[in-house]
């Protein structure tokens, strides 16, 4: 069982193995960026969170529980853009979900409006990190949403 909560508060992530090994905590210490996790996927021995407060600066990390190390694949923060979700500030995941043939993480992606533009960000959306080529891209569908 994974669980992103500490009693009530949303702001440490234990992970709590099956197998009978012991829980752990995760957080910034570790090099977790933010300790407020807004969504959390397990694929097998990968955790995958958006950690960071709405309105703040957030990021998109993944958590190998054999190694502990922890990978930013997105952040809000990141001037440099080496994913479409690098540099958005105020961004934050609604919600975070794993396709059925754990190909791919799908995330909800809310920014809210651009105050430069007075519209909605063109990044806001569903965007899909995939797991075999370790690419985020954003996809759009009028249905069921295709894992090739």
Same mark, same amino acid.
């Given at each position: 069982?994974?669980?992103?909560?500490?009693?009530?508060?949303?702001?440490?992530?234990?992970?709590?193995?099956?197998?009978?090994?012991?829980?752990?905590?995760?957080?910034?210490?570790?090099?977790?960026?933010?300790?407020?996790? #807004? +969504? *959390?996927?397990?694929? /097998?021995?990968?955790?995958? $969170?958006?950690? =960071?407060?709405r309105?703040?600066?957030a990021?998109?990390?993944?958590?190998?529980?054999?190694?502990?190390?922890?990978?930013?694949?997105?952040?809000?923060?990141?001037? #440099? +853009? *080496?994913?479409p979700? /690098?540099?958005?500030?105020? $961004?934050?995941? =609604?919600?975070?979900?794993?396709?059925?043939?754990?190909?791919?993480v799908?995330?909800?992606?809310?920014?809210g409006?651009?105050?430069?533009?007075?519209?909605?960000?063109?990044?806001?959306?569903?965007?899909?990190?995939?797991?075999?080529?370790?690419?985020?891209?954003?996809?759009y569908?009028?249905?069921?949403?295709?894992?090739?």
């Amino acid at each position: 069982m994974i669980s992103p909560q500490d009693s009530l508060l949303p702001s440490r992530l234990h992970p709590f193995p099956l197998l009978g090994a012991s829980a752990f905590r995760i957080n910034t210490s570790d090099g977790l960026p933010s300790n407020f996790v #807004q +969504q *959390l996927a397990a694929v /097998d021995e990968q955790l995958f $969170a958006w950690v =960071g407060e709405r309105g703040y600066l957030a990021s998109f990390v993944s958590i190998d529980l054999a190694s502990r190390d922890i990978r930013t694949l997105a952040s809000c923060q990141r001037k #440099q +853009q *080496l994913t479409p979700l /690098d540099d958005f500030p105020h $961004a934050s995941c =609604g919600l975070m979900i794993v396709t059925q043939h754990k190909k791919m993480v799908v995330m909800a992606i809310d920014a809210g409006i651009d105050p430069d533009t007075n519209r909605y960000s063109n990044r806001n959306g569903f965007w899909a990190y995939q797991l075999a080529v370790e690419k985020i891209k954003k996809f759009y569908t009028s249905g069921f949403v295709s894992e090739s």
